[in-house]
């Protein structure tokens, strides 16, 4: 018999992907052909590493096709106990036990810790988008306001507006020839 922590059918089922009523009808068959399983003082099966192997073996032998009693009577005359067996964390322990509120708290929590993480990554990347579109629209105006300047500056510059009307006579004297 094993002194130690085990868990409970619903973690056994979750653990090997099975319904409760299956593992319970496993139990019973591998309690029949004399394989046996701890009982806490509510009668409730507790199953440690050792029946875990053996569930996963008579998972692994009816998903290969071997027919339910046999694959029952082979697990059953196996000694997975001596097997290297380890013990598995506690459902008595109360330091390993989290009530569905604090799970529910710590998630929540977690949530919020991460959303935050994310709206100061999210508002980082948005000031330095919006900082540069301000650089390239502040360039984009001085070039455009130093453009306009040169444009004044030779449209106001007094010999460039003598040879544009220069050539602006030239071309009318020439179409009157």
Not at 27 to 38: D, N, P, R, T, V
Not at 150 to 162: F, G, M, T
Request: net charge neutral; aromatic share 10%.
């Amino acid at each position: 018999m094993e002194n130690g922590f085990g868990y409970f059918s619903k973690d056994v089922a979750i653990e090997l992907e099975i319904t409760t009523s299956t593992l319970r009808r496993w139990a019973i068959e591998l309690e029949k052909q004399g394989y046996s399983f701890q009982r806490n003082e509510k009668e409730q099966r507790i199953y440690y590493e050792h029946d875990f192997k053996a569930f996963r073996e008579l998972k692994k032998l009816l998903a290969n096709s071997v027919p339910f009693v046999d694959s029952i009577n082979a697990v059953a005359t196996r000694d997975f106990v001596n097997e290297n067996a380890q013990k598995m964390p506690s459902v008595y322990s109360e330091t390993m036990r989290l009530s569905k509120r604090e799970i529910e708290d710590i998630v929540k929590k977690a949530i919020e810790d991460e959303r935050e993480i994310l709206l100061d990554a999210l508002e980082k990347r948005m000031s330095d988008t919006i900082e540069m579109r301000d650089r390239l629209l502040t360039q984009q105006l001085r070039a455009a306001i130093d453009e306009s300047h040169k444009q004044l500056a030779a449209a106001s510059h007094p010999s460039e507006k003598k040879s544009w009307w220069k050539r602006l006579f030239k071309k009318e004297k020439e179409s009157c020839k």
